[in-house]
């Protein structure tokens, strides 16, 4: 593959299980680095991570050996553990069952990132129900 080339951006969203507003924003000083690090963990990359008490954007570069599915579910999984062993969020955490994934383009980088560094002004003027459902 060495003459191959992947660009694989890729905008993960994904809200607490019954949109339960868990993440204060303390923990989330913590969650998000924390979630940066399991994709540096298991082969892949995150430009940047945030949210807001009941969602989670992360800006992720998949290589081509991982797939999405395979990603989200790590993510979910490793943080949902974590906060579960730390007690970080209360009584049993859990995220929801779906997510949203969208590609993003190199030109549209740092647009998402401001875009996610934003969420809690954003939210502010739009839920996620309005904008994701």
Not at 45 to 67: C, K, R
Not at 76 to 96: D, H, I, P, V, Y
């Amino acid at each position: 593959m060495s003459h191959s080339y992947s660009s694989n951006r890729i905008h993960l969203i994904f809200s607490t299980k019954n949109r339960e507003k868990r993440i204060s924003e303390e923990l989330q000083t913590k969650l998000w680095p924390y979630m940066a690090g399991i994709a540096r963990n298991h082969g892949f990359e995150t430009i940047n991570g945030g949210g807001v008490e009941d969602d989670a954007h992360t800006l992720l570069i998949l290589s081509p050996t991982v797939p999405l599915s395979k990603a989200i579910q790590t993510i979910k999984a490793c943080s949902s553990k974590w906060l579960n062993e730390t007690g970080s969020a209360g009584a049993r955490f859990n995220w929801q069952e779906g997510y949203g994934a969208f590609s993003v383009s190199a030109s549209q980088t740092a647009e998402v990132i401001r875009y996610i560094d934003n969420q809690a002004s954003h939210h502010a003027k739009r839920s996620y129900e309005v904008e994701f459902l």
